[in-house]
Nanobody, 127 residues
Framework: QVQLAESGGGSVQAGGSLRLSCAVS????????LGWFRESPGKSREGIAA????????KYADSVKGRFTISKDNAKNVLYLQMNNLNAEDTGTYYC????????????????????WGQGAQVTVSS
C-alpha cells in the first residue's frame, strides 16, 4: 500500500523560509522517484523537484533552482522540501508525489509520470 502525507505548510513573508515534509509509505518498493509539485492560483500543477530514492540524484525546475532543496531521510522515510528566499510567486498548494516505475521517469518532472499523490499543503508568501 502506498501513502503520502504532507505537512509543514503555512504563511511566510517574502524572503523567508519554510520546510515541507512528506511521510512516505511504500513498503516493498525501492528505487522509486519522489517529487514535489506546486499548483499556483490560475496555473496548472508543475513539477519543481524530484529525487531518486536510494541514490540521491535530484532534479529541479529552473524556477526554484538555487532556492529549494529536496532531500529524503531514509531512516524516517520522510521526504523534505526546504524552501528559501520565498517570493509571492511561490504561493500555492504543494504536493508530494511518487513514481513507482523504477526507471526514474519522475525525473522528467511531468505530472503524468507520477501515479501517487499526497493531499497537498498550502504555502502562502506575502510581499
Amino acid at each position: 500500500q502506498v501513502q503520502l502525507a504532507e505537512s509543514g505548510g503555512g504563511s511566510v513573508q517574502a524572503g523567508g523560509s519554510l520546510r515541507l515534509s512528506c511521510a512516505v509509505s511504500a513498503d516493498g518498493y525501492s528505487g522509486y522517484c519522489l517529487g514535489w509539485f506546486r499548483e499556483s492560483p490560475g496555473k496548472s500543477r508543475e513539477g519543481i523537484a524530484a529525487i531518486i530514492d536510494g541514490d540521491g540524484r535530484t532534479k529541479y525546475a529552473d524556477s526554484v533552482k538555487g532556492r529549494f532543496t529536496i532531500s529524503k531521510d531514509n531512516a524516517k522515510n520522510v521526504l523534505y522540501l526546504q524552501m528559501n528566499n520565498l517570493n509571492a510567486e511561490d504561493t500555492g498548494t504543494y504536493y508530494c508525489a511518487l513514481d513507482l516505475s523504477g526507471y526514474g521517469l519522475g525525473m522528467s518532472l511531468l505530472r503524468s509520470d507520477f501515479g501517487y499523490w499526497g493531499q497537498g499543503a498550502q504555502v502562502t508568501v506575502s510581499s
